[in-house]
């Protein structure tokens, strides 16, 4: 399904929104949901839960770019029937991550939720903010987006802000930018007060993508 169902004329397209060199089938994202959601419903109907995350975990394995989405999609909205178990398989998979796209969709619509669900979870990110691998230190703020937006982790984000305030890579950057901007609509007070503390150290990108959604009065002061 997944090599016959997308488009030759959209995987050329594809990349340009990215750096990385990738290889698709030519899907549109939506079109390939649909079409998982789809074939989740079929493997349940014969197969359990345990089959199904079998099944994703091959994909995910996979280096066609529709593969590793797909294992996401397979999963999605399922995290909380996971446990610990289930957690651990998802973080092996931080390593196969090749761009921005694979690994969004890892982790905020699987680790994210699973670390917002059980909360100690949350201690992962502190070490995967100390990988040399760009995508575990991106890992590190997305993972906590879902709990940022139930008002969750305040202190783990400002603890994590200062530990990679000085991080070179854009795409960490931009990570670190996104968990404050959804930080600051959860809990805008504290939030402008820790960005007042770190905009001397902070790289204009982050503050940038930090303050995108502030009140105008509040944005117009950094």
């Given at each position: 399904m997944l090599k016959t169902g997308g488009s030759a004329e959209?995987?050329?397209t594809a990349q340009r929104f990215f750096k990385e060199?990738?290889?698709?089938?030519?899907?549109?994202?939506?079109?390939?949901r649909r079409a998982v959601v789809h074939k989740r419903r079929e493997i349940l109907k014969q197969f359990d839960l345990?089959?199904?995350?079998?099944?994703?975990?091959?994909?995910?394995?996979?280096?066609?770019?529709?593969?590793?989405?797909?294992?996401?999609?397979?999963?999605?909205?399922?995290?909380?029937k996971f446990g610990d178990p289930e957690f651990s398989l998802l973080k092996s998979w931080l390593p196969r991550i090749s761009n921005w796209s694979d690994h969004d969709a890892l982790v905020h619509y699987l680790?994210?939720?699973?670390?917002a669900t059980k909360?100690?979870?949350?201690?992962?990110?502190?070490?995967?903010?100390?990988?040399p691998d760009r995508w575990h230190r991106r890992a590190a703020c997305v993972a906590l987006i879902?709990?940022?937006?139930?008002?969750?982790?305040f202190p783990e984000i400002v603890r994590l802000?200062?530990?990679?305030?000085?991080?070179?890579d854009d795409m960490v950057q931009k990570g670190l930018g996104w968990l404050l901007?959804?930080?600051a609509k959860a809990d805008p007070k504290r939030t402008v007060q820790h960005l007042r503390r770190i905009r001397g150290n902070a790289p204009r990108l982050v503050l940038r993508t930090a303050c995108e959604t502030l009140h105008h009065q509040l944005g117009a002061r950094y």
């Open positions: 959209h995987a050329q060199e990738i290889r698709s089938y030519g899907w549109r994202t939506g079109d390939l345990k089959f199904l995350l079998q099944v994703a975990d091959n994909l995910f394995n996979g280096d066609i770019n529709e593969d590793k989405n797909a294992a996401v999609f397979l999963l999605e909205d399922l995290t909380d680790i994210g939720p699973m670390i909360p100690a979870r949350a201690k992962n990110v502190f070490r995967w903010a100390k990988s879902q709990g940022t937006r139930q008002k969750m982790f802000s200062i530990q990679l305030l000085h991080d070179p901007r959804e930080t």
